[in-house]
């Protein structure tokens, strides 16, 4: 995922290559195309690779939130609820899932219920970087800049301890 970070395209397909060749099975050797393909905008091949991770993988709650986070970015949000019911029933409830499902109440604009999910995934990990920073978004939409201060400030508090930059 570094090469991906620092654009180096090539260099991480090359290894994502040898990879999938040693193991496609092995969760990442199969996550990690679908976000090289999403990035690339080949939707399609993206969304082979994330269900193909669901389906060898579906005790791996991240297998359903990257997909599920996929499906937000590429209008297909339609399809969340149905993956939201089955990371549901494989008893995937975390903080990150929580977050996920905030992040798709607030893609459709529903504040209340956005902020009910990051409120969840507080109570998790009240210390999760990306929980703050969704309630922090949420109270900014809602209430104005003021009102999101606490929670940036604990967004910036969480960078701090965890050495982030």
């Known amino acids: ?57 579906p005790k791996n709650m991240y297998s359903y939130a990257n997909y599920g986070e996929f499906l937000m970015r590429n209008d297909q949000a339609d399809e969340l609820p149905k993956l939201f019911e089955i990371a549901k029933a494989q008893n995937f409830e975390n903080d990150d899932f929580y977050i996920i499902q905030s992040g798709y109440y607030s893609f ?26 969704r309630k922090a978004n949420i109270v900014y939409e809602r209430d104005g800049n003021v009102a999101s201060i606490p929670y940036m400030k604990k967004v910036l508090n969480q960078f701090e301890k965890q050495n982030i930059t």
């Not at 969760?27 to 195309?33: F, G, R």
């Not at 976000?35 to 969304?47: D, F, T």
């Not at 009910?116 to 990306?130: H, M």
């Open 1 to 57: 995922m570094t090469y991906l970070n620092l654009d180096s395209l090539d260099l991480a397909i090359n290894y994502l290559q040898k990879a999938y060749r040693l193991d496609e099975t092995n969760w990442q050797t199969v996550n990690l195309p679908a976000h090289l393909n999403s990035r690339q905008g080949q939707v399609e091949e993206a969304n082979t690779f994330y269900k193909i991770n669901m389906d060898q993988h």
């Open 108 to 133: 459709l604009g529903k504040l209340d219920s956005a902020e009910i999910f990051a409120d969840k995934a507080l109570l998790f990990n009240p210390n999760n970087i990306d929980a703050l920073a």
